[in-house]
């Protein structure tokens, strides 16, 4: 039973590096119609700091000392665990008020959510294993993982799909793969906890991405995401993100190259993006080229090496998506298309929801920034 009257809303909040996004849509005459959305600006540090064994060895002697000087049989527990002590995060508290203050802004209903895992601490891979009875899957997935990862299995948590097989006489079948800290996921849910929403689930932003720029389309595609931090390169293959790639270069350091060309502070150079991108203007390629062409070469080799794997051999790549919060500036998609004879074009994850007409300026300029909180909120449809 819905608890929204006969119309069911869903949530999804995206929580990155450049501040929260979400939004909120409804189930109308089985569609996702927009219901609110809520951008955050603000620079947050949702990375997963490293923990020693001495941090929490020195957690455990100052919980202990606390046991000797008030008697407290409380203290007398399980030596606690890496999630236990990122609990202790001072983080969570801070974010989840954050988070607080946008939803009551949003005027946000739902508290069902669906948000995503930062993709730079995500192992994403595909792995070719024999066929085997699906309860022996488990096991040798993990297995396999493990050899590939440099943390522990036991401190990852693991989930897998079957990537649907062209032949069934096959001896082998490719697996998705998908792994995360398990440390992360709790960092994330008690954000969440911490702010009365009930998180329903905790994905990748590659699948978010995929479900709003992409959707059915089953051609080959990238999606190129430049966000603040980081730019995540996904292959899109029948719907699924099949490959992720990433570099350290972002908006920020597209700021900082054109601060040091212009002569200019940070803050007049967010405000000129911000401007150029509205009308589209054109701008010279040079000044960026140091930041753009890395960008270019890690397409090409993507597609390279996604096109080499078995079975991949005659597919063809369709077309290039652009999205992020800096997938508007000019000059990325004007290198971009100089480099790839391809369709090349700034996503628009907004085309399979239903919007009030007046609201259309609007969204488009929000667009790219809210790739991944749209796929979330249409998971469930």
């Given at each position: 039973m819905s608890l929204f009257g006969k119309k069911e809303s869903y949530l999804g909040i995206d929580i990155g590096a450049h501040g929260i996004k979400l939004v909120e849509l409804r189930k109308t005459k089985n569609r996702p119609q927009l219901w609110t959305y809520g951008i955050l600006d603000k620079d947050l540090d949702i990375h997963l700091h490293s923990?020693?064994?001495?941090?929490?060895?020195?957690?455990?002697?100052?919980?202990?000392?606390?046991?000797?000087?008030?008697?407290?049989?409380?203290?007398?527990?399980?030596?606690?665990?890496?999630?236990?002590?990122?609990?202790?995060?001072?983080?969570i508290d801070a974010y989840a008020k954050l988070?607080?203050?946008?939803?009551?802004?949003a005027k946000v209903k739902s508290r069902r959510v669906t948000s995503s895992l930062p993709v730079s601490h995500v192992f994403h891979a595909i792995i070719n294993i024999p066929k085997v009875a699906d309860k022996l899957l488990q096991?040798?997935?993990?297995?396999?993982?493990?050899?590939?990862?440099?943390?522990?299995?036991?401190?990852?948590?693991?989930?897998?799909?079957?990537?649907?097989p062209g032949n069934t006489e096959a001896r082998y079948q490719t697996i998705l793969v998908t792994a995360a800290p398990k440390a992360l996921v709790a960092?994330?849910?008690?954000?969440f906890q911490k702010a009365g929403l009930q998180l329903e689930?905790?994905?990748?932003?590659?699948?978010?991405?995929?479900?709003?720029l992409v959707g059915h389309d089953s051609t080959v595609s990238m999606v190129v995401d430049v966000g603040a931090e980081r730019t995540n390169l996904f292959i899109i293959d029948k719907g699924i993100p099949m490959t992720h790639r990433s570099l350290q270069i972002g908006g920020n350091n597209f700021d900082v190259a054109m601060s040091k060309v212009l002569g200019l502070e940070i803050?007049?150079?967010?405000?000129?993006?911000?401007?150029?991108?509205?009308?589209?203007a054109h701008l010279p390629t040079d000044m960026c080229m140091n930041l753009l062409d890395p960008i270019a070469k890690?397409?090409?080799?993507?597609?390279?090496?996604?096109?080499?794997?078995?079975?991949?051999?005659?597919?063809?790549?369709?077309?290039?998506?652009?999205?992020?919060?800096s997938g508007l500036f000019p000059p990325i998609q004007d290198y971009i298309t100089q480099q790839f004879?391809?369709?090349?074009?700034?996503g628009d994850p907004w085309a399979r929801v239903i919007y009030q007409d007046g609201l259309k300026p609007i969204l488009d300029d929000l667009g790219p920034r809210m790739a991944v909180s749209i796929g979330l909120a249409l998971r469930n449809f």
């Open positions: 923990t020693t064994q001495k941090d929490i060895d020195d957690l455990r002697a100052e919980q202990d000392l606390t046991y000797v000087n008030t008697k407290q049989e409380t203290s007398k527990k399980m030596p606690i665990t890496i999630q236990e002590y990122i609990l202790k995060d001072a983080r988070l607080k203050m946008l939803i009551t802004e096991g040798i997935v993990q297995a396999e993982i493990a050899k590939m990862i440099s943390q522990p299995i036991e401190e990852m948590q693991v989930v897998f799909q079957k990537v649907s960092f994330y849910t008690a954000i689930e905790l994905e990748t932003e590659a699948f978010a991405v995929a479900r709003s803050a007049q150079i967010k405000q000129i993006k911000i401007d150029l991108s509205s009308v589209s890690e397409i090409q080799y993507s597609f390279d090496m996604y096109l080499k794997q078995t079975g991949n051999e005659g597919k063809r790549p369709e077309k290039i998506i652009l999205s992020g919060g004879s391809l369709k090349i074009f700034v």
